[in-house]
């Protein structure tokens, strides 16, 4: 069983910086190939794949809208994940998840296993 939430969320304006953070509370052991990752969510699309990082090698993999605004980073110690955003734009306003797989990289939502409740991103001027 596991367990995630997030925070950090807020109001900001395009061309701001936002880190997002997500706690990971685990029965078990997060093992090396487990993988941890972001989506996004806005009214009335379905969940999208934002970036995801492999807990023990670190390789990480974004989706081509954020790739070198957003920096997804682990630290092991404190089981925590974290969503660098910078230089965000209108459209990056949605609800942000943080989700969990034990199972290998995906960039698809119904392949992860656990998720946190979600936090919310707002980008407006």
């Known amino acids: 069983q596991a367990q995630l939430k997030e925070s950090g969320g807020g109001s900001v304006k395009p061309g701001d910086s936002l880190r997002l953070s997500c706690t990971i509370s685990v029965s078990g052991r997060i093992y090396s190939s487990h993988i941890m990752g972001w989506f996004r969510q806005s009214p009335g699309k379905e969940r999208e794949f934002v970036a995801a990082i492999r807990w023990g090698y670190g390789t990480t993999h974004y989706s081509d809208g954020v790739k070198g605004r957003f920096t997804i980073s682990r630290n092991s110690a404190e089981k925590t994940v974290d969503l660098q955003m910078n230089s965000l734009k209108p459209e990056d306003t949605a609800v942000y998840f943080c989700?969990?797989?034990?199972?290998?990289?995906?960039?698809?939502?119904?392949?992860?296993?656990?998720w946190g409740q979600g936090t919310q991103v707002t980008v407006s001027s």
């Open positions: 989700a969990y797989d034990r199972n290998g990289l995906s960039t698809s939502a119904a392949d992860y296993e656990y």
